[in-house]
């Protein structure tokens, strides 16, 4: 298989979501980027830490060497070609908070999906499995928004972890129940993206937990 | 010994301390988490972070695998159990800004004791066993505080890092003079404590730096 | 040759610079420190992060075990009595904010150019030693401005990042080339000094991405 295919063991259509979280979450840096005033570099590097960030940090906490950027640093060029292009693309988007929220929401679910593979080969826990997908999934953003100095989304407004565990549920659900895994990647998928697309448009919410006094 | 013992070379009250700072640092998260308004489920991210980011920074930084959470994943529902409990319990409680620095400091304090065994068992250097449980007691809180984009509770106000230090180098140095593991690990802890609660009640500071003009 | 000497396999002036960057940027960090008010104990948790977590984020990322100041402990000790130093120097030094920026940059050159060394002895692809250079550079200083709350200075301001990128790509070509190390070593530290004092003193910034509507 040729080397641009990162995950080897896997199908075509693994690689195809593969880069296309890639290159969403990089737009989504792109565009957090633009609200900061960042120049080209500071985008590419945002970039980088937030489409690469959530596998590497999997990969880290796993001992799972080498990541995969390490292994095939043609994905730094592609990450930066995508922050770079929508950059440049950008001025001629409207409606850019819905499109930050729709390519953080693609990079996410894909990433939450895809992520309980490398669990999965090194034979760990089904809470392993799906905490793999979910550190894949929601690390980039986390990463994103702490470099951009906000809380990050996961811990604001709607539905955002839990998405991320039930596209990993799915996934994961779906191989266990012997389906292919290209049926198991695109239900893992299309529920997630389902979930999110609805919790952002109907606002629906886990209960949140609040109280007056402050505790510092 | 039961998997649910997850120091299994150590004493069961090893293994005690250890769920009690766990759970000490999943409401600590919790309450962090009620400052800003988030949901149950991001509660429950933090609280792993908060809980868990400490002895897991430790043990990647030593190339210590696998982390303990991922060969004992129990301990994640163990957290969120607690960060959830914490949740439904916190309308009852007074004195929410003293719960939240005693359940830090508790958090701090027997991790920074704890966490010196790794690096102990690994064979390093008196200094980097000593720092080992300074990261295991630190790191977790300074996760929780970014997270919640605060300045980190370690860099601000009362001694901090250096109790830390102090309950770290009691409980090594009581092994070192050959005192049994059970006997250290009280002293440790106590001495920690006590320091802790004095700073924060007679706010007992270090002598800070600071100037006017600002470099940047 | 003496365990002081951290890089043993190269010269004596690579280890003098390496010194010298460690001492930047603790000293870098220190006054980052006085603008946030913390006490002396902080100062030094946050120049020891500043100090060594570039060169720590690398190793952990490249799978590079131990990491230098786990092997060699006196380093830490060495970071922070250069950060004390730099908190009793301060009330007799003016110009901070320049001082600042410069500590900073020479952190950034040098730690870009040594830190390629560790990616070229594995025997990894030119991207990654050139990016190996880069998170040896900068992560650091991400980690102070993280620490304090700040946008990293990275992401602001003049020519940063790519000043990174030139000084390790200059050290690696001329070592590609057949020059000594020495010799590659002080070409990339003098260019990439020069290029980031050019870029502060002139204001020289790289085209910046920004658009008035917000995305989220």
Known sequence: MPAILVYQTSTLLFNVAFYVAIVAQAASAALAAGRRNMDLF???VLACATALGGGG???VILGHYPLSWVAAPHLLVVVCIAALATVMLSRFMHHLRWTFLLLDALGLVIFSTIGCDVAISMGLHPIIV???GMITGIVGGIL????CNDVPL???GQLYAIVSI???GVYYGATVLGMSYDVAL????AVGMTLRVVAIVYNVEIPKFSYERDPR
């Open 186 to 189: 695109i239900s893992g998928i």
């Open 144 to 147: 994103r928004d702490i470099l």
């Open 42 to 44: 500071g985008v590419c």
């Open 154 to 156: 996961v811990f604001t």
């Open 130 to 132: 799906i905490i793999s």
């Open 57 to 59: 940090t999997r990969d």
């Open 166 to 168: 039930i596209a990993g």
